[in-house]
């Protein structure tokens, strides 16, 4: 099986409490029930509104956060697969040479009190890995391998651009030769023309070193042109995955819809006409989200049944999921032209 990473009904749920007594009055589903499969040497994107619980995602995915509930069933180099639900946060250490994130913001995820060789090198001496010569080593191939010059290895971050601070945080990510990374709108806060380098090292680099990356974007634009499959949130779950292509020629959810009509597509070959569906409505408060299916009080075809019965998301079409009660009707009646 070409499965590097499983996640299996994933949960992320908050107490809401009341009181000096702390007593427990709701719960906010951050996450609910997300299930994802990311392939081997792929990218995977997660798109969706800011509020929709991508980012979330990768932190539970990577035991920055507990979990409610669910698996994450990472497969090894040698085929084993591990459960990092079960793991201690001892055992989860060593998995996490394995796992990297790159963040959005290159001014505030890196110390600025640290030199780049402090920065690069701190994973290899956090696990223990080579002499104070060899990380030093090391630290300069990395800086090479993302495009900086080895001779900066003693400079502070300040002396460096938002591009190329985001390299030294790939550089950071990738000491410790993981086999995964997730990048958390990794270049959003970089003006486009840098963004697009930033893009094109990181695609060299997943060729290069054989990487599978969890791509993490509100930015419809990137994830089609980053992506070989995609996942679409909304309210913390997952409404829809599809291969990067299908999902752009063909929506199958109406939030995916609604996204995509959301932003101006111009489309040179002029086959890609789709009809424009308004997103209205503001995206609802996790905290008391709504009914049945989450998006109905925003979908243009919401009937009685979507507030009253939640949609699971299910197979469609081969290689497709969707959760939505009328995806075939939908589909028959051209969502899309
Ligand atoms: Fe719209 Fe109903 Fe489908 Fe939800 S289940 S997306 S409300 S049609
Ligand atoms: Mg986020």
Same mark, same amino acid.
């Given at each position: 099986d070409d499965v590097l990473i499983s996640v299996r009904n994933l949960k992320k749920y908050f107490p809401i409490t009341a009181g000096w007594l702390k007593k427990q009055v709701g719960q906010i589903k951050a996450i609910d029930d997300v299930s994802l499969d990311i &392939?081997? /040497?792929?990218?995977?994107? %997660?798109?969706?509104?800011?509020?929709?619980?991508?980012?979330?995602? $990768?932190?539970?995915?990577?035991?920055?956060?507990?979990?409610?509930?669910?698996?994450?069933?990472?497969?090894?180099a040698d085929g084993s697969v591990t459960d990092l639900?079960?793991?201690t946060d001892r055992q989860m250490r060593t998995m996490r040479r394995e796992m990297q994130m790159i963040f959005q913001d290159p001014y505030s995820s890196l110390n600025p009190r640290?030199?780049?060789?402090?920065?690069?090198?701190?994973?290899?001496?956090?696990?223990?890995?080579?002499?104070?010569?060899?990380?030093?080593?090391?630290?300069?191939?990395?800086?090479?391998?993302?495009g900086l010059r080895p001779e900066y290895i003693n400079r502070y971050p300040h002396a460096f651009s938002g591009?190329?601070?985001? &390299?030294? /945080?790939?550089?950071?990510? %990738?000491?410790?030769?993981?086999?995964?990374?997730?990048?958390?709108? $990794?270049?959003?806060?970089l003006d486009v023309s840098v963004a697009a380098?930033?893009?094109?090292?990181?695609?060299?680099?997943?060729?290069?070193?054989g990487l599978t990356y969890l791509f993490i974007t509100?930015?419809?634009?990137?994830?089609?042109?980053?992506?070989?499959?995609?996942?679409?949130?909304?309210?913390g779950r997952l409404m829809e995955t599809a291969p990067t292509d299908k999902l752009f020629a063909k929506p199958l959810h109406p939030y995916t819809e609604a996204l995509m009509a959301a932003v101006p597509q111009p489309d040179p070959r002029g086959n890609r006409t789709r009809k424009r569906v308004p997103l209205k409505g503001e995206i609802a408060n996790a905290a008391n989200p709504p009914s049945g299916c989450s998006f109905h009080p925003r979908c243009p075809y919401a009937q009685p049944k979507c507030s009253a019965e939640v949609p699971a998301l299910r197979s469609v079409a081969g290689d497709r999921q969707v959760r939505c009660h009328f995806a075939e009707?939908?589909?028959?009646?051209?969502?899309?032209?």
């Open positions: &392939r081997k /040497g792929e990218t995977f994107g %997660l798109v969706g509104e800011s509020g929709s619980g991508k980012s979330t995602v $990768a932190r539970l995915m990577l035991r920055a956060y507990s979990l409610t509930d669910g698996q994450i069933l990472f497969r090894g639900s079960s793991l640290m030199t780049l060789l402090e920065l690069v090198g701190e994973p290899l001496k956090i696990h223990g890995v080579g002499t104070p010569a060899e990380i030093r080593d090391r630290v300069s191939e990395l800086l090479q391998v993302v591009g190329q601070r985001q &390299r030294i /945080g790939i550089a950071r990510a %990738l000491a410790l030769n993981p086999s995964f990374i997730a990048a958390d709108e $990794a270049v959003s806060a380098q930033n893009i094109n090292l990181l695609q060299d680099l997943q060729e290069k070193f509100h930015d419809l634009g990137m994830v089609e042109h980053i992506s070989d499959r995609v996942g679409v949130m909304y309210l009707e939908l589909s028959l009646i051209g969502v899309t032209a």
